[in-house]
């Protein structure tokens, strides 16, 4: 069974930062590209950051870029999600998913919907 368990959230102040943790289990780990998406209440699902299978290619949208960090431990079966310079806006439940090598994660767009095994979320909270 693929599990992943996302842990690091939390409270924090504007221009605070984070680190989430994806911790994957069930899954020949290094075959699969990793994405961080949140959802925010009312809003949809959006990708925040993915790293492909070999670590070669990353992705961000400009809402986060410069801010986030995607980072992979092949040895630990874990991807990192450095969050720094925080903001209210970043205030959603954080997810992380695999998709096939090859799928979901491009150095230009990260498409959601090749992504699957969902965890069970982390909850980031920024006041202002």
């Known amino acids: 069974e693929v599990r992943f368990v996302e842990t690091g959230g939390g409270l924090v102040q504007a221009g605070g930062s984070l680190r989430l943790s994806c911790s994957a289990s069930g899954l020949a780990f290094d075959d699969y590209a990793i994405g961080w998406f949140r959802q925010a209440p009312g809003k949809a699902r959006e990708g925040v950051s993915c790293v492909s299978a070999s670590a070669g290619s990353t992705y961000y949208p400009d809402s986060v870029k ?3 960090t995607i980072s992979r431990d092949h040895a630990k079966n874990t991807v990192f999600l450095q969050m720094n310079s925080l903001k209210p806006e970043d205030t959603a439940v954080y997810y992380c998913a695999a998709a ?4 979901g994660c491009y150095s230009h767009r990260i498409n959601k919907y090749d992504f699957d095994s969902w965890g069970q979320g982390t909850q980031v909270t920024v006041s202002s």
Not at 100 to 103: A, L, Y
């Open 66 to 68: 410069g801010r986030f």
């Open 100 to 103: 096939d090598s090859g799928h």
